[in-house]
């Protein structure tokens, strides 16, 4: 439902939240419905009481990144909505959080270790990636590693199990998943990754809602990059509420292309 974009410098006493437009998106009709600056809370607010309460009434789901101002917004105007936060987001975070530790247990590896040089430069991206698409060539410098490094041999299980994770069928078996990667985590110690678990266990209330609603923000995601190629071609944009109107008439019903029938 929303998503933000960057779309100047920062002035001063402003914070990074005002770098941002949010933009919101219907998940039926797939069309921009909405542009107000910053990402904070009142920026969804605006949007919401424009709704008014019996619109706000029939909302069912909105799918959002991590952002505490946009669920507190939700949760405000539209109680009876279930907040999804977009996987995508979510594995990004855990991406994050896996490279930390790879930086961490490249510290601690002894400098004449030959696997030291593996675990680092290029071979750091192969890390993250999923051994199902690693080649031939890249897999075999991972399993050097992991066959030497008992520490690294963990990361990748744990990695390889929670890039699954949204798979699992229903909440309870997500659950499950969920604790035994915690308890991977714990058992090996890794600090970022513990960081990273807590975060998530204390909000499994919202997080179990992506096995109920199977719905992301690749809506916004498409409709980011359009609004990048609408800043290229205008070469930036001085005036902010001539911006919007621009996202309004390529992405949305300002566009008579996508004006419901009942309007032309």
């Not at 959002?64 to 977009?86: F, K, L, N």
Request: one cysteine or more; hydrophobic letters at 40%; charged letters at 30%.
């Amino acid at each position: 439902m929303a998503w933000e974009v960057h779309r100047r410098k920062r002035k001063p006493g402003e914070t990074r939240d005002d770098l941002f437009v949010t933009v919101i998106s219907d998940l039926d009709t797939r069309k921009v419905i909405w542009v107000a600056d910053s990402r904070r809370k009142e920026a969804l607010d605006g949007f919401f009481k424009l709704l008014g309460p019996e619109a706000c009434s029939k909302i069912e789901v909105v799918a959002m990144d991590q952002h505490e101002g946009y669920r507190a917004s939700v949760i405000q105007y539209c109680p009876q909505a279930t907040v999804v936060w977009d996987k995508f987001h979510l594995l990004q975070n855990f991406e994050e959080a896996v490279n930390e530790t790879r930086k961490d247990l490249y510290e601690s590896i002894d400098k004449y270790s030959p696997v030291k040089k593996l675990t680092r430069g290029a071979y750091r991206f192969l890390f993250l990636k999923r051994a199902s698409l690693r080649s031939a060539h890249e897999q075999k410098p991972i399993d050097q590693v992991v066959n030497q490094n008992r520490d690294f041999m963990r990361l990748e299980i744990i990695k390889e199990r929670m890039l699954t994770f949204f798979n699992e069928p229903d909440e309870l078996s997500a659950k499950t998943v969920f604790t035994k990667i915690g308890d991977w985590i714990w058992q090996a110690d890794f600090k970022p990754l513990k960081k990273w678990y807590l975060n998530l266990e204390k909000n499994w209330e919202t997080l179990k809602n992506d096995f109920e609603w199977r719905v992301t923000t690749s809506l916004s995601e498409a409709i980011n990059n359009v609004i990048k190629s609408i800043k290229r071609r205008g070469f930036g944009y001085r005036n902010r509420q001539y911006f919007k109107l621009k996202i309004m008439q390529v992405c949305g019903y300002l566009n008579s292309r996508f004006m419901p029938t009942c309007f032309q």
